[in-house]
């Protein structure tokens, strides 16, 4: 069983950046492709980033495009979401989601297509 953790989070101001970060303990990320999902107090759970198993593409949802970066660390151990320019409408909990996947396998939005999650970390962003 792959347990994923996640770190990070935080309450910041407007404006303010963070870096979340998630792992698979005892294993590396190499087979797998990465995602990060939000669910707000009253939202269901949404897309936010995405990397591909290969690392050579990543996806954002248009509202975090140009504030957000999702990258792999070259060991493929870990992979963080870097936030910045931040909004009170950012604040959600963030989960870390990952699937094992074909090679060159597209990165998948959909929260269903996901096998592992972590725990989920609060982002909360004051005004």
């Known amino acids: 069983q792959v347990q994923i953790v996640q770190s990070g989070g935080g309450l910041v101001q407007t404006g303010a950046s963070l870096t979340l970060t998630c792992a698979a303990s005892g294993y590396t990320l190499r087979d797998y492709a990465v995602a990060w999902f939000r669910q707000g107090r009253e939202n269901d759970r949404e897309f936010v980033a995405g990397?591909?198993?290969?690392?050579?593409?990543?996806e954002y949802a248009n509202s975090v495009k140009g504030r957000f970066t999702i990258s792999k660390d070259n060991a493929e151990k870990t992979v963080s979401l870097q936030l910045s320019g931040l909004k009170p409408e950012d604040t959600a909990v963030y989960y870390c989601?990952?699937?094992?996947?074909?090679?060159?396998?597209?990165?998948?939005?959909?929260?269903?297509?996901?096998?592992?999650w972590g725990q989920g970390t609060q982002v909360t962003v004051s005004s």
């Open positions: 989601a990952v699937r094992r996947t074909a090679f060159f396998a597209p990165i998948a939005r959909t929260a269903a297509t996901y096998h592992y």
């Open positions: 990397i591909s198993r290969r690392s050579d593409a990543t």
